[in-house]
């Protein structure tokens, strides 16, 4: 199997390509910081960020596939990302609440030694229960909130706020597993 190179410092992320093709896969931190304040569609904007992403892992690896995944939170137009602080952590879940919401999540790969690149993207509906002020400071209070694009991880404890989803549950987690191996068979490896 040709070396793959994840460019995330995602804890989810790592565990589903661990999950998926095995201990081998190897992780590089992007330089690339996200800017979302670009006026384009979520669609767009996710591709243009994992993109850029392995972009600038890219360069380290001279014989790599290297992956660069992004997600966003998309509310009513707005984009949602991580919260700022556990304030804010507050407002985003409070909009969240009662409300549905689309998850995008763009997956680029590039071939170092070709330079040839593929990116997707993958969105999923995802609908939240009415929360209760006493449920979201509970939650922001374990920090998990933190680190998250919306406020929220579908895969750890915010899975209780979920009612349903329309779509694929790993595209919310991060990483849309069944794109992300469809554009690898296009490159030459398949899981199986």
């Keep these: 199997m040709r070396q793959l190179i994840l460019a995330s410092t995602s804890p989810r ?6 999950r ?14 996200e800017k979302n304040h ?10 243009i960020h994992a993109l850029a992403k392995a972009q600038s892992v890219a360069p380290h690896y001279p014989d790599a596939l290297v992956i660069g995944s992004d997600t966003i939170v998309v509310l009513k137009g707005k984009v ?12 985003m879940l409070k909009k969240l609440s009662n409300n549905r ?15 040839k690149k593929l990116v997707d993207y993958d969105k999923t509906d995802v609908f939240f229960k009415r ?10 209070a374990t920090g998990e909130p933190l680190d998250k ?20 549950f790993f595209t919310v987690m991060g990483l849309p597993v069944f794109r992300l191996n469809a554009m690898l068979s296009r490159m030459g490896v398949p899981v199986f």
């Design 101 to 115: 919401h689309t998850v995008y999540t763009g997956v680029a790969v590039i071939d170092t030694k070709t330079k």
């Design 149 to 168: 694009a919306g406020a929220y991880g579908i895969q750890e404890k915010g899975i209780v706020f979920i009612r349903k989803i329309n779509g694929d």
């Design 38 to 47: 670009i006026k384009k569609t979520p669609a767009e904007l996710v591709k």
């Design 80 to 91: 949602l990302g991580k919260p700022k602080n556990p304030d804010d952590a507050k407002a």
């Design 13 to 18: 992320r790592k565990e589903l390509m661990q």
């Design 131 to 140: 929360l209760s002020q006493k449920e979201i400071d509970a939650y922001v």
């Design 20 to 33: 998926v093709y095995g201990k081998s896969v190897e992780f590089a931190s992007p330089s690339y910081e």
